[in-house]
């Protein structure tokens, strides 16, 4: 391979998503640059969740186009990616409530179905949960739980049907520039130099050192994000996806039947190297994950920790993705998914196409400007329009 129209560096669930995307709208010739193999970084180990219950309302028209590819994923991606739609919902406690219902207020009027119902209601999903601090929940039925990994491979095989090129252990080391500082293709490791119309950055915090030598510095840090698997010792089901905003953590059930646990206080961040970070929770992350789930499931008799993990999101400074063009000609940014990009990729890869092919969106309610990388230099962050008090940016 020495050259492409679109070389993509980084065969995660963006990358992929958007060389498919991409592909089936006849962009040209399409490669995906893999330095490990697919879906080997954040994606492997993505929580999953689907919710559209956001602030920003791109955001939240993003996630629910996503529900609606999920939802017919054996039509679109050719297979079963692992969506179970258990419906999702947000709780919090009185000082939250007026957030909550303007959140719903702006999910509705972008069609998304969502309804508030009470801690009793609640209660005929989750029998055994502690329902006393919640003032209400936002809930969305056609939320639920995917495979991260599963999608993007999904996006793989239907991206190399549509001849896409897709390359794993190929490592990419610099970007080449050319006349006029336009980015016009990359370097691997083993020394090739592959050409292209346009180069697009889709590989998390890693993107990092790719831009610096253009001047670039992109604002994408590693955080790393803790995760916990518990044996409940009671049959949960397929019970919706809970975000608990009165004690800053989530929880989902897995098909096994064990629950999926991850935090939801950002408020000390741990920022890592994302090539060398510790595997496993922290004793101290699992004591403060013991207490909560106590607090919130009380009446269960022996459960137990089966296992942890942890990964890393790549966190920019107000937690939402930058897509779009960067500042220089011939490359373009799709990173900083900040621990939300499951269920947004679906729609990363449509306006990812958008702006390549047409320069704008073709969904009135995803605004282009709202992920543009001059953000963090003008000082306008993207933010919620009603935000939750303790629950930080993440949003
Ligand atoms: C613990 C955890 C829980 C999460 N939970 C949720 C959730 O519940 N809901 C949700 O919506 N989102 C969630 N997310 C976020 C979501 O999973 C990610 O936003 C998404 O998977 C990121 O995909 P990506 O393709 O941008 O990055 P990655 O999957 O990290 O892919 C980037 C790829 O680039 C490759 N690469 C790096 N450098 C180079 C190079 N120089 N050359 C070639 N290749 C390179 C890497 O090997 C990697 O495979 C979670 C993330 C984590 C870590």
């Given at each position: 391979m020495d050259n492409a129209d679109v070389v993509i560096v980084g065969g995660g669930l963006e990358g992929l998503s958007i060389a498919w995307t991409l592909a089936e709208r006849g962009a040209g010739s399409i490669a995906v640059l893999e330095r490990?193999?697919?879906?080997?970084?954040g994606t492997a180990k993505s929580s999953s969740i689907v919710r559209?219950?956001?602030?920003v309302a791109s955001l939240a028209a993003m996630s629910w186009y996503g529900v609606d590819v999920f939802e017919n994923a054996e039509d679109v991606?050719?297979?079963?990616?692992?969506?179970?739609?258990v419906g999702y919902a947000v709780g919090v406690g009185e000082e939250n409530l007026a957030a909550l219902r303007a959140n719903m207020a702006l999910q509705r009027t972008l069609g998304i179905e969502v309804l508030e119902i009470t801690p009793w209601e609640m209660a005929e999903h989750w029998?055994?949960?502690?329902?006393?601090?919640?003032?209400a929940f936002a809930y969305e039925p056609r939320g639920g739980r995917g495979d991260a990994y599963l999608t993007g491979m999904a996006y793989a095989g239907m991206a190399r049907k549509r001849g896409a090129r897709i390359r794993q252990n190929t490592p990419v080391t610099n970007l080449v520039i050319g006349k006029g500082?336009?980015?016009?293709g990359v370097y691997t490791a083993s020394g090739d130099r592959i050409s292209a119309g346009t180069v697009v950055l889709?590989?998390?915090?890693?993107s990092v050192p790719l831009a610096a030598p253009l001047g670039i510095e992109l604002p994408v840090r590693a955080q790393r994000a803790q995760i916990v698997m518990v044996e409940s010792g009671e049959r949960l089901g397929d019970a919706p996806v809970i975000s608990d905003l009165v004690s800053l953590q989530y929880f989902r059930t897995e098909p096994s039947g064990e629950l999926l646990v991850g935090n939801s206080d950002h408020a000390s961040p741990e920022y890592v190297d994302p090539d060398r970070y510790r595997n496993r929770a922290d004793d101290c992350f699992l004591e403060t994950a013991a207490e909560k789930l106590a607090h919130r499931?009380?009446?269960?008799?022996n459960p137990g920790i089966v296992t942890s993990y942890a990964g890393c999101y790549d966190v920019t400074p107000d937690y939402n993705p930058v897509i779009g063009p960067a500042e220089v000609p011939g490359l373009f940014l799709a990173v900083?998914?900040?621990?939300?990009?499951f269920k947004l990729a679906p729609a990363v890869g449509r306006l990812t196409a958008d702006l390549l092919?047409?320069?704008?969106?073709?969904?009135?309610?995803?605004?282009a400007e709202d992920f543009r990388f001059g953000r963090f230099a003008e000082g306008v962050a993207l933010l919620s329009e009603h935000r939750y008090l303790g629950a930080g940016e993440m949003r």
């Open positions: 490990d193999t697919l879906c080997s970084g559209c219950h956001y602030g991606l050719g297979t079963d990616i692992g969506f179970r739609r029998p055994t949960m502690h329902l006393e601090d919640f003032s500082g336009r980015v016009v889709a590989n998390g915090a890693w499931f009380p009446k269960w008799s900083g998914f900040s621990g939300h990009g092919l047409d320069g704008v969106s073709s969904d009135p309610a995803v605004k």
